[in-house]
């Protein structure tokens, strides 16, 4: 049974893997450890956020394009570096932003086999694919592109604000193995969506027909999908302020609501080796108020228009070309708008990890310490990931983890992701009295210049950790 569950979160972690907050994965002695892997090892008996402040996160990456990219000050004209800069990326590379605020945490030791914790975030997710098609489209129109196809599948883009609340259990089975769950709540502020489109354009070379060109546009079919925007876009003169205050009122059950659940588990091989792994956000939400989807479908084919010269009296008039040829576009390349329920799916997470520690540091005893004996370091390897709507994202993290003494701890890592091949990532914990403050960013190489990253991420928490 055991090697059955490890094997599943090993299958889980091989097929979904991208960075996920490592530095903060496996760090046994801050509660945020849980909401990664609600099945960890942790050595607290209880925990209390400072509200607002107990989690912070922030996330963003590009994988094709940098500011400096676009705004370098190097005597070229930003119209010439926005169109290099396009040119050199492909209909892969992605954008992405990720916000996490904790609202409220709380957890405490009810035996010595179960831990519980509960709470409440929350979050933006943007994801987005670069659609190079359209894009160079829109900005260098068809002229140098001919029997090129611009493909409307390029368009592909998630984004989402919700409040989560959750409640989380994690239980000790006996000395070596640790699972856990968490359900969680799942309140929709805004979501906007638009994935799996077809369709595509082409303008085709014709020196022998009756045109020099042939436009074609074949299968269109772009559906973008909105719950929560409708009622901001109608309210006439609505300020920032009322506009915050509207989509705040959502956070509290007044939007879309889902629903989902977080798996994890901590497996000790030995004294010294330690197997972990989780998946988070098996869920989804249902979204069917305040929605507006609109879209764009169809096929048409066109050689342009052909004029004639009839000979006309003074009576007569000259036939609308230009009017007929948009009604014929209008019939044949269509587009609605709708008001019909969707449901989106979380971005499933997973991590996977081992860890082997050296260098034993003997803890005081009681009665509910779940550990006898920690190690002053640890080395590990971490495989995470998330899902995209057009594949895995993937990250790969190596890192040594050291205690320097009760209070005070840190971590360094290097990943290997997407975004950078020289990611190193710093995490530090310190605790006064029962007073916990932690910090930990990613990409410490690109701080010093971050116009020229491709990715930046910060975390910083503050709670109340007791031990007793």
Known sequence: MMWRLIGFFLIISGTVVAQNKPLLFNVDDLPQTLMSNPGAQINFTGHIGIPLFSQIHLSAGSTGADLYDIFADDGTNINTRVQETMRSMDSRDYFSVNQQLEIFSIGWKIDRENYLSTGIYQEMDLFAYFPKGPAILANEGNSDYLNQPFDFSDVSFTGEIMTVYHLGINHKFDNRLTVGAR?????GIFNAESTGNTGRFTTYSTPDGRNVYNHEVVNMNVLINTSGFAPLKEEEGMTVDQATAELLSRSFFGGNVGFGLDLGLSYILDEQFILSGSVQDLGAVFQHKEVENYRYFGAYETSGI???????????????????????????????????????????????????????????????????????NLLGMQLSGVKRPKGFVYSFTTYWDRKINDNQRFKVSYSLDDYSLTNIGLMYTRTFNKFNVHLAANNLLAFPNLAKAHSASLQLGMQLIFND
């Open 183 to 187: 359900a969680k709540l799942y309140s």
């Open 306 to 376: 052909e004029p004639l010269f009839p000979d006309l009296d003074e009576n007569d008039e000259a036939i609308p070309y230009w009017d007929d040829f948009e009604d014929e576009v209008d019939r044949n390349l269509r587009d609605e708008t709708t008001n019909e329920s969707y449901t989106t799916w979380r971005p499933i997470k997973a991590n996977f990890a081992m860890e082997y520690g050296f260098g034993p540091a003997f803890l005081p005893c009681h009665y509910l310490s779940v550990k006898k004996v920690r190690y002053m």
